[in-house]
């Protein structure tokens, strides 16, 4: 009933404005600008090296699942930060920031990015401030296990000290001095993490983490962001 009442009132103001004189405003059809999607994955191998017998427990992890979740987009969305630049806190001492943008994903030693332990990020330049979607990671799913304090922000500020806006963070205890998080950890597999990004505009991608369950040293394998191409309607 909504949307047939606005398409009356918008025939109404056509009408209106047509019998004024005034050049006539061509409307365009609302239901283009939000069809939703599946999002769609390009999902890495899963590893072999099997679960360890010491897996991390509590009320902030969330539980394992073998299914990928349903996450929708607008229709025509794409992952605009591959082979995009790519900076850090620090140098990686096992890899290259290119790989982290490369598309690359599997759970080899050859995909992983390795950086040394504390509170570390890496920060990809999209090159344009447009809205996003979602941002997919994959830390290291060579091991089944799980990341810390994995915080994902935004920004149109390179530096990252305006404008910073928040889209998760599990660092429940404030440790890495970010500002506590409400988000749960979550065990590393090759469904990565999905992220809603809620049409957040930014040009600047950055995600941090500090260690993991498995030991103190932090690793990227890849970050996805999607968006509807520069220019789109």
Known sequence: MKLKACLFLKAVLAAAILLSGIPAVVFADD?????????????PSPTLRGTPEDLPKGSNIEPISDKLPSFMVPKGVTNIALGKPVTSSVAPFTGTLAQVTDGRKEPTDDDAVEF????????????????LSAIVVWHDHRYLQV????????????????????????????????????DREYFET????????????????????????????????????????????
Not at 121 to 129: E, I, M, P, T
Request: hydrophobic share 35%; proline share 6%; with cysteine.
């Open 31 to 43: 239901s283009s600008a939000t069809e939703k999607v599946p999002l769609a994955l390009k999902l």
């Open 116 to 131: 040394k332990k504390g509170p570390q990020w890496v920060q990809v330049d999209l090159g344009a401030s447009v809205p």
């Open 147 to 182: 990341m810390h304090d994995v915080i994902v922000q935004v920004s149109d500020d390179p530096e990252f000290k305006s404008g910073v806006q928040n889209l998760f963070n599990n660092d429940v205890h404030n440790s890495s001095q970010l500002g506590a998080g409400a």
């Open 190 to 233: 090759n469904r990565g993490k999905i992220i809603d990004a809620k049409g957040v505009k930014a040009r600047y991608v950055r995600g941090y983490t500090r260690g993991s369950s498995s030991g103190a040293l932090n690793c990227w394998e890849e970050i996805e962001v999607y968006a509807l191409p520069a220019g789109a309607p």
